[in-house]
């Protein structure tokens, strides 16, 4: 069964991979247009029917991310299935791990983030919230605090950190954390934070010293907090 759902959940995370990849260039091609000639060329690649044709498009270098991407979001079911999470934990967890592959992939492609993408994640928290009413109603009232202090404090503290990097945060980058917040709690959401800012530091270091980035360039850091809740749930596993 563990085997099973990360295998079903690896090819889902290649759909929504592909369409992210489409997606995002929806966004990019959007950014000279005027505002309702942007909906018209976003509305066509939100539609999941814009999957068949991006996939003609995609080189093999796009095939390789796929792969390690999908590989990579199967695996952190397989782990959280191993460490026998309640189903309600773990339909939460592969709502925010597909979420986040899409702002991974579009964020990297575009460095935006829509807000849809932390809205959708925000919306589909409430009626989980409803089925850990149903099953897990000892813990639902400490639940519903987690999720408002993980918002509330977590968007305070990077709308601020937001503020003193002078806009090296992006806003996009504050809505999806504090939306992450609302998912998971503050402090998994922090840990995950974390995690990515580490990454994002090594990657940074790497991209200068190959002179592939210099100090004035922008690195996304959608990509670096997907990896980081991947690294706390690989980190819970076998902590």
């Known amino acids: 069964m563990d085997f099973l759902a990360a295998g079903l959940l690896f090819f889902a995370s290649i759909i929504v991979v592909v369409w992210s990849f489409?997606?995002?260039?929806?966004?990019?091609?959007?950014?000279?247009?005027?505002?309702?000639?942007?909906?018209?060329?976003?509305?066509?690649?939100?539609?999941?029917?814009?999957?068949?044709?991006?996939?003609?498009?995609?080189?093999?270098?796009?095939?390789?991310?796929?792969?390690?991407l999908s590989v990579t979001t199967g695996f952190v079911v397989f782990l959280q299935m191993r460490r026998d999470e309640f189903w309600v934990e773990l339909l939460k967890s592969v709502v925010l791990l597909l979420i986040l592959l899409v702002v991974a992939v579009v964020d990297w492609k575009t460095t935006k983030i829509p807000n849809f993408l932390p809205i959708s994640l925000v919306a589909l928290r409430v009626p989980i919230f409803l089925l850990e009413f149903f099953f897990r109603r000892e813990q639902f009232k400490s639940s519903i605090i987690s999720s408002a202090i993980g918002l509330l404090i977590g968007l305070l503290i990077l709308v601020f950190f937001s503020i003193i990097t002078k806009g090296g945060f992006g806003m996009g980058d504050v809505k999806i954390v504090a939306a992450t917040g609302f998912s998971i709690g503050l402090l998994s959401t922090m840990c995950s934070l974390l995690y990515g800012m580490i990454?994002?530091?090594?990657?940074?270091?790497?991209?200068?010293?190959?002179?592939?980035?210099?100090?004035?360039?922008?690195?996304?850091?959608?990509?670096?907090f997907y990896f980081g809740y991947v690294a706390l749930v690989i980190f819970g596993t076998f902590q």
């Open 199 to 224: 990454l994002c530091m090594f990657a940074a270091v790497f991209l200068i010293l190959s002179k592939k980035k210099t100090l004035k360039d922008v690195i996304p850091f959608g990509p670096f």
């Open 22 to 68: 489409g997606l995002a260039d929806g966004i990019s091609s959007s950014v000279s247009l005027s505002d309702d000639e942007a909906r018209l060329v976003l509305r066509r690649h939100y539609h999941p029917a814009a999957v068949l044709p991006i996939i003609n498009n995609l080189k093999v270098s796009h095939w390789v991310q796929i792969f390690i």
